[in-house]
C-alpha cells in the first residue's frame, strides 16, 4: 500500500479499504481457503457429508445417493485425534516469570509484581482459556488470531458523569479475543513471517447501539447498518442477517511504523465511514499502540502461504474414505438383516414360515427351501478401515496409546511411556507454537497494564513457596 493511498481522507479513504477488503475475499475464495475451512469444520463437527450446508442437525445416520438407497454414518476419528493432539499441547498450564533487565531493586520488585498479575489473569480472566481456543481453531483451519486490547469497558465501574447520570465510566481491562483467519486481512498473502506484514486489517463485531453513542457524528449511518457478520464471503450462512442481529462489523485497520509511515496509522471504520484515522503513537488520552495487537498461530507453517498448514488436511481424506467404506457396510447391513427365503415357485406359501418356530414336512423330490443371504461383506471391506484409522495415527503422531487404546503386544509400562513419549515428541513443534502464544498475551497484558491501567487494583494470589502476597 502506497502511502498516497493513506493519505485519502474520509470516504475515499473509507472506500479505498472496503475495495481492498473484497478483493482479498474473493482471493481467499478463488484460492480454495473458504472450501478448505467449511469441509475442515465440517468434518470436526461431525457434519461430514453436508459441509456446504451450514445447519447443524446432520449428526445422525442420513440417507445418501440418487434415490437415498444409502446409510450413511460417521465414525468422527478426525475430531478425536485432533482433540488428543490439542489436549497434550495445553494439559500442562504455562509457567511465566517476567524478567528484570537490571539486578536494581525497583526492577527485582516490578519483575515480583509483574509475576503475580500473569499468574492472576492466566486463574481469573479468560486469557488461557482464549489461547487453547486459538489453538484449536489453527489446528482445525491452518490458523486462527488471538487479538489483545484495552477495553474500556471492562472492569470495574469507577465514577460517572454528573451531567450525565447515566454515563458511567469503568477501570477498564484487557480483552482476549480468538479471530478467525478469515476476519483477517493482510498486506501479503504469501508472507510467512506475520511480524514482516506491514499492515493488516481485522474484524471485530460491535453492539451497533454502543457504537452510535461513541461516535454520534455517524450514528444514523452506523444503525442503519443491517447486514453483519454474513459479509463474509463463503462463510455467510453460518451468521444472522437482518435489522435484529444488534451486531455489526467493525474493522480496525493497523499499519506498523515504517520509514513511509514512521507513526504507523490506526484506522476504524465501518463499511465506507471513517470512525477513526490517527497515528500509533500520540498523547497518552488517545487510543494508540507500540504494535499490532494481534498474534497470528499456525500449527505449522507453509512455505508458500501466510496463512500455515495442519495435520487437518492429511487426515481429512483418510477420514472420507473411513466413512465410506462404514457406510457401505452399515447399508447393506441394515438393509438384509432380515433374511429371504428361497423356494421353488409354487412349492411354498408365506404362511409356511409365520410364527417362529415350525415344523415344514418337505415331500420327497421337492429342494428345500434356502436362506438368501445377502449380508456378507467381503473381508476387505471390513479390514481396511482399521488400516485407514492406523495411518491416520500414523500421520497426525497420536498413536492409539496416546489415545487410550494400546496395541496388545505392548504389555509392559516402559514400552508404553515409551510410545507415549514418542506421540508427545512429534507434536512438540505444536505445542513450541502455543507457548509462544501464551507468552505474547501475558506480554501484552502486562503492557496494557502499564499504559492504561491508571486505577488501582488488587491482586491476592498464594506466591511461591506457599509465601501470600497480596499486590
Not at 474500556?152 to 469507577?158: A, D, L, Q
Not at 481491562?173 to 504469501?190: G, H, K, N, R, S
Not at 452510535?212 to 443491517?226: D, R
Not at 471513517?274 to 505449522?300: A, C
Request: with cysteine; aromatic share 12%; glycine share 6%.
Amino acid at each position: 500500500m502506497d502511502k498516497r493511498f493513506l493519505d485519502l481522507h474520509d470516504e475515499e479513504l473509507g472506500n479505498a479499504l472496503l475495495k481492498l477488503h473484497d478483493t482479498y475475499q474473493n482471493t481467499l475464495t478463488t484460492r480454495g481457503y473458504y472450501d478448505l475451512w467449511k469441509k475442515n469444520i465440517g468434518f470436526y463437527y461431525n457434519n461430514q457429508f453436508k459441509t456446504n450446508d451450514a445447519s447443524f442437525g446432520h449428526n445422525g445416520i442420513m440417507s445418501g445417493g440418487e434415490a437415498n438407497e444409502l446409510s450413511m454414518y460417521s465414525t468422527n476419528h478426525f475430531r478425536s485425534i485432533l482433540r488428543h493432539m490439542h489436549q497434550m499441547a495445553t494439559k500442562t498450564r504455562i509457567s511465566m516469570q517476567c524478567v528484570a533487565t537490571t539486578t536494581e531493586p525497583p526492577a527485582m520488585d516490578q519483575c515480583k509484581i509483574g509475576n503475580k498479575t500473569i499468574e492472576h489473569y492466566q486463574r481469573t480472566s479468560s486469557m488461557e482459556e482464549s489461547c487453547k481456543l486459538a489453538l484449536e481453531a489453527a489446528t482445525v483451519m491452518n490458523c486462527a488470531y488471538l487479538y489483545v486490547d484495552w477495553n474500556p469497558m471492562f472492569g470495574e465501574p469507577i465514577a460517572f458523569d454528573e451531567d450525565a447520570p447515566d454515563d458511567m465510566y469503568f477501570s477498564g481491562d484487557a480483552d482476549f479475543q480468538v479471530i478467525y483467519p478469515w476476519f483477517v486481512i493482510l498486506q501479503d498473502i504469501t508472507e510467512t513471517d506475520f511480524s514482516r506484514q506491514d499492515w493488516c486489517e481485522l474484524t471485530l463485531f460491535k453492539n451497533k447501539y454502543d457504537l452510535a453513542e461513541l461516535y454520534p457524528e455517524y450514528g444514523e449511518e452506523i444503525l442503519k447498518k443491517a447486514k453483519t457478520k454474513g459479509e463474509t464471503l463463503g462463510l455467510e450462512d453460518y451468521y444472522q442477517h437482518g435489522d435484529e442481529n444488534e451486531m455489526i462489523q467493525v474493522h480496525y485497520f493497523y499499519h506498523r511504523r515504517r520509514p513511509s509511515r514512521p507513526d504507523g496509522q490506526y484506522i476504524v471504520r465501518v463499511g465506507p465511514h471513517i470512525l477513526e484515522n490517527n497515528p500509533f503513537l500520540g498523547t497518552d488520552e488517545e487510543h494508540i499502540h507500540d504494535d499490532i495487537p494481534l498474534y497470528q498461530i499456525r500449527p505449522t507453517k507453509h512455505f508458500l502461504s501466510a496463512l500455515g498448514y495442519s495435520t487437518a488436511n492429511d487426515l481429512i481424506g483418510m477420514q472420507e474414505a473411513y466413512n465410506v467404506l462404514r457406510s457401505s457396510t452399515y447399508t447393506n447391513q441394515a438393509a438384509n438383516a432380515v433374511s429371504s427365503i428361497m423356494g421353488r415357485e409354487g412349492t411354498y406359501h408365506v404362511e409356511d414360515f409365520e410364527g417362529g418356530l415350525r415344523f415344514i414336512d418337505v415331500k420327497e423330490g421337492v429342494d428345500f427351501p434356502q436362506v438368501l443371504n445377502l449380508t456378507n461383506t467381503p473381508k476387505e471391506v471390513l479390514e481396511f478401515p482399521n488400516q485407514i484409522l492406523k495411518d491416520m495415527e500414523g500421520v497426525s503422531g497420536v498413536n492409539s496409546t496416546a489415545r487410550g487404546e494400546p496395541d496388545k503386544n505392548l504389555k509392559s509400562g516402559v514400552a508404553l511411556s515409551l510410545i507415549q513419549a514418542v506421540a508427545v515428541e512429534f507434536i512438540s513443534e505444536y505445542q513450541a507454537e502455543y507457548v509462544k502464544m501464551c507468552e505474547w498475551a501475558a506480554t501484552q497484558t502486562v503492557e496494557l497494564l502499564k499504559s492504561y491501567g491508571q486505577t488501582e487494583r488488587m491482586i491476592s494470589i498464594v506466591g511461591d513457596e506457599n509465601i501470600p502476597a497480596l499486590m
